[in-house]
């Protein structure tokens, strides 16, 4: 939750910023300065305003005496790797798995809460337990 009185957070080195309070930077460690509008206000404004307020604060870091303009593009770059990565883990977890026993593509990921009762039925240390795929073709658990 968002408190009422919160601010925008902005670090001048690095130029990270963010609504939620946060004491230091997470991409530098430098203590964060606060920029006083009230977030109540920011999140009630219009998306061209948001925006608007945004570019101030980012105005207002390109013009800070610490601020580096080679650390903010490592950030950027850290930020956008990151972002790829977490895509690209997205994306391999929706890859089909091929059954070790028929190799067969027909096959689905198992629930949590399917394994929960897989371990009820057959009791604590079931083979089934720690599988999470099931092969509709062949019916194997792997
Ligand atoms: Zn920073
Ligand atoms: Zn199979």
């Not at 999140?43 to 061209?48: A, I």
């Not at 601020?67 to 990565?85: A, Q």
């Not at 798995?97 to 689905?108: G, I, L």
Request: hydrophobic residues 25%; charged residues 30%; proline residues 4%.
């Amino acid at each position: 939750m968002i408190e009422l009185n919160d601010y925008i957070y902005y670090c001048t080195k690095c130029g990270w910023f963010s609504v939620p309070r946060r004491d230091t930077c997470p991409f530098c460690q430098s203590i964060l300065k606060k920029y006083d509008c009230q977030t109540i206000e920011f999140f009630d404004l219009p998306k061209e305003e948001q925006k608007r307020l945004f570019s101030y604060v980012q105005e207002i870091i390109e013009n800070s005496p610490d601020f580096d303009l080679k650390l903010r593009n490592r950030r950027l770059e850290e930020e956008k790797r990151y972002n790829e990565e977490s895509i690209r883990k997205m994306c391999r977890n929706k890859v089909e798995v091929k059954c070790p026993y028929c190799h067969s593509k027909n096959t689905r990921k198992i629930g949590a809460g399917e394994r929960m009762v897989t371990a009820n039925l057959f009791g604590l240390g079931s083979q089934n337990l720690g599988k999470q795929w099931h092969c509709r073709n062949c019916g194997s658990d792997f």
